[in-house]
């Protein structure tokens, strides 16, 4: 089993920045991908940046260039830097591990005022 807690969430006003972080525990040798997702109201999850154990990124075209995904193996933890947020990056941001077992995290709301 592998256990995440997301941290870092909150409200911020349009154009700031948040840094999330996720804390990853457990059987974290099971764990190749980690990555970050969000869920706003009434819209499905959808994938916002993915990383490797080493270190390869993917990130989806709505966050490239403002989002930054990083991971620190020795603290077996993931990190999301986002910047120039917009009031359309409010949701509920999940941390994801897998791919051979899935688990998410219980997820941390992100607020952008306008």
């Known amino acids: 089993q592998v256990q995440l807690v997301e941290s870092g969430g909150g409200l911020v006003q349009a154009g700031g920045s948040l840094r999330l972080s996720c804390a990853a525990s457990g059987s974290i040798d099971s764990i190749n991908a980690m990555a970050w997702y969000r869920q706003a109201p009434g819209k499905q999850r959808e994938l916002i940046a993915s990383i490797t154990s080493g270190g390869r990124t993917n990130y989806a075209d709505f966050v490239k260039g403002r989002f930054t995904i990083s991971r620190d193996n020795s603290k077996n933890r993931v990190y999301l830097q986002m910047n120039s947020l917009r009031p359309e990056d409010t949701a509920v941001y999940y941390c994801?591990?897998?791919?051979?077992?899935?688990?998410w995290g219980q997820g941390t709301q992100v607020t952008v005022s306008s």
């Open positions: 994801y591990a897998g791919p051979l077992r899935i688990y």
